[in-house]
């Protein structure tokens, strides 16, 4: 059973770019979330999505920064007009329907903002 | 409010043991546990739910007070491979980590 994966790893964008992050959830998951980390600190929630919903997306920023989880493919991060305070670890995390359950993190995006 | 985590850090000897405490202000329906290695992405260990359900890895125990909103993760025997930043995630289905404790185990 593969694991959450996503892709790009590692992401170079120059200021004022669109930055997107690509992630499959792990077979039988339908729970998708964002998290971010910035360098030396915790990891801090974004956005929680279920197919074709968003269910909370409270540590979104209000600009810039939205997501998505299709009913076919993978769930997008996507990130416009790229700050160099967008540099971070980007992680998605997935779960399986039903109640409180186990998240499984995927390996992770860093992007660069140069 | 996120987690309080303590200690913030810890180094050990192979073999010994460690206790990481985590403590919330706001109620939990459950408390999940995640190891960290630099550069890599959380690795699940534990959640813990109300009503004393447990579920995770076998070399590792804890426990959740729900009246307190504390949890106390235990590594005994501890191994090099241990080493790692620890956080716990308070969780209302999404996680809400704490800071976490940077163990490190030497040889």
């Known amino acids: 059973n593969a694991g959450v994966m996503q892709n790009p790893r590692h992401l170079v964008r120059r200021r004022g770019q669109e930055a997107r992050l690509r992630c499959s959830p792990m077979?039988?998951?339908?729970?998708v979330y964002w998290y971010r980390q910035l360098p030396e600190e915790g990891l801090k929630f974004m956005v929680y999505?279920?197919?074709?919903?968003?269910?909370?997306e409270s540590g979104m920023p209000k600009e810039r920064f939205s997501a998505e989880f299709p009913k076919e493919g993978p769930s997008i991060l996507r990130i416009q007009q790229v700050v160099r305070g967008d540099s971070a670890a980007y992680f998605c995390?997935?779960?399986?329907?039903?109640?409180?359950?186990?998240?499984?993190f995927g390996p992770g995006t860093r992007l660069t903002v140069t | 409010q996120q987690p309080v985590q303590s200690p913030q850090a810890v180094i050990l000897r192979e073999g010994e043991d460690a206790v990481i405490n985590c403590s919330s202000s706001?109620?939990?329906?459950?408390v999940h546990w995640y190891r960290q290695k630099h550069g890599e992405a959380p690795v699940f260990l534990m959640i813990?739910?109300?009503?004393?359900e447990q579920k995770g890895h076998e070399k590792i125990s804890a426990s959740f007070n729900e009246k307190k909103q504390q949890s106390s993760l235990y590594l005994t025997a501890s191994q090099l491979s241990y080493s790692g930043t620890y956080f716990c995630?308070?969780?209302?289905?999404?996680?809400?980590f704490g800071k976490g404790t940077l163990l490190t185990v030497n040889p």
């Open positions: 077979k039988g998951h339908s729970h």
């Open positions: 813990l739910l109300k009503g004393g």
């Open positions: 999505l279920q197919k074709e919903n968003i269910i909370d």
């Open positions: 995630g308070g969780s209302n289905y999404k996680l809400t």
């Open positions: 706001k109620a939990l329906y459950s």
């Open positions: 995390a997935s779960s399986p329907p039903g109640g409180e359950t186990e998240q499984y």
